[in-house]
């Protein structure tokens, strides 16, 4: 994550650097910059868990399809719904900035703790992904109710860490 930022500064342009030199206009370029890197973080996010639930919603087509598996459509469909609430809340928060008019402001401590909990969240999505291959894995068979428990867990975690990322925006 810290490298995205890096990198996102390594690549500033000739009149970002002058600009640097006027008083106060650096300290703009910088917040823009990690505007930038949380926007790109979070689409990261969103992207990678809608991927689990693009998963998660062909499991349920196999599911419905299957003869023995229909007991289970519910169940999942309760991981897919906190799984579509968890992508909704990344995709609308409020960016890890404050503008001059803003109504809430972030500082500089601030924005590290949201990028501590960005970046939990990014590898909870390891995560979810590999439960979601153990619900593949285990379609058909007696370890099911156990991996969509274990499932609609690491997303009640993943919605967890998102409602206290808000609570540092208004803290």
Do not use: H
């Amino acid at each position: 994550m810290a490298d995205l930022f890096n990198k996102l500064q390594d690549s500033r342009s000739l009149l970002e650097k002058i600009g640097g030199m006027i008083p106060g206009f650096g300290g703009y370029l910088e917040r823009e910059r990690r505007r930038e890197a949380d926007k790109m973080l979070r689409d990261t996010i969103v992207n990678r868990y809608s991927e689990q639930l693009s998963r998660v919603s062909n499991l349920q087509t196999q599911l419905v399809a299957s003869v023995t598996g229909i007991e289970y459509v519910d169940d999942l469909q309760d991981a897919a719904t906190r799984m579509q609430r968890f992508i909704d809340m990344a995709k609308t928060a409020a960016y890890g900035y404050s503008g001059f008019f803003d109504a809430v402001k972030v500082d500089e401590a601030g924005l590290a703790k949201m990028y501590a909990f960005d970046a939990a969240l990014l590898e909870n999505a390891a995560k979810v992904s590999g439960a979601v291959d153990n619900i593949e894995a285990s379609m058909g068979g007696e370890g099911m109710p156990a991996a969509i428990r274990n499932l609609v867990s690491l997303i009640a975690e993943c919605n967890t860490t998102f409602e206290r990322r808000k609570e540092v925006l208004t803290s």
